[in-house]
Structure formats: structure tokens, C-alpha cells
């Protein structure tokens, strides 16, 4: 289990408790946390997982998780698709933060 801290705009928190091998996104819906819809089921083909990572990980964009992003609203240098960031060790702690909006 690897801790991980997603954060409303508005600054809520809410942690949860991730399965290793679950994408970030699967571990957000898997706990109730508002603000990531996961429409496509994971399959980097909806954008609407989109969350800002600010902080350097090992997980890396590839080219269609970049055109994914292009046209996710709000996106930043810091985005990234949830669904394509797999939950590990070296996330314990990993601050997630969520956008205004996934449409
Ligand atoms: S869940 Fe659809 S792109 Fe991530």
C-alpha cells in the first residue's frame, strides 16, 4: 500500500491508501475521491483524469499521454494523466493535485 494525497483546488485533502499496480487514477475513483472521472476506464483515451504532478517521479510522458494532454482543459507543464501513472513504493506521499474541472 503506498500513501497517496490528492488535493482539491480549493485545498482539501483527502489520503488514501493505494494498491501497488493500480494507476493513480484507479486509486482515486477506488476511494471515493471527487474530481477524477476516468471516463475512458484507463485506456489514455479521455483526458478526464487529468491531475498536476509537482514534483519529480520516475514515471515519464510518453507521446500519447502528451497528445492526450493537448487537449485536456488547464493543462500545465505539471499535468499528467492519472490513468497512466502506476501507484508504487517510490509514490509513498505523493501530493496529487486535481483541477477546477475534467471537461
Ligand atoms: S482515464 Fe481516460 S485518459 Fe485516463
Redesign the pocket.
Known amino acids: 500500500m503506498t500513501k497517496l494525497v490528492f488535493i482539491q483546488p480549493d485545498g482539501t485533502e483527502h489520503v488514501v491508501e493505494a494498491d501497488n499496480g493500480d494507476s493513480i487514477?484507479a486509486a482515486a475513483i477506488n476511494n471515493d475521491v471527487p474530481g477524477i472521472d476516468?471516463?475512458?476506464?484507463?485506456?489514455?483515451?479521455?483526458?478526464?483524469?487529468h491531475v498536476y504532478i509537482r514534483q519529480s517521479i520516475s514515471s515519464v510522458v510518453d507521446e500519447e499521454e502528451k497528445t492526450?494532454l493537448s487537449i485536456a482543459d488547464s493543462a500545465t507543464p505539471d499535468s499528467r494523466?492519472?490513468?497512466?501513472i502506476p501507484v508504487s513504493d517510490d509514490l509513498d506521499g505523493l501530493r496529487v493535485y486535481l483541477p477546477v474541472a475534467q471537461h
Not at 38 to 49: H, L
Not at 81 to 84: D, F, I, N, V, Y
Open positions: 487514477m476516468g471516463d475512458c476506464g484507463g485506456n489514455c483515451a479521455c483526458a478526464t483524469c492526450m494523466l492519472g490513468c497512466q
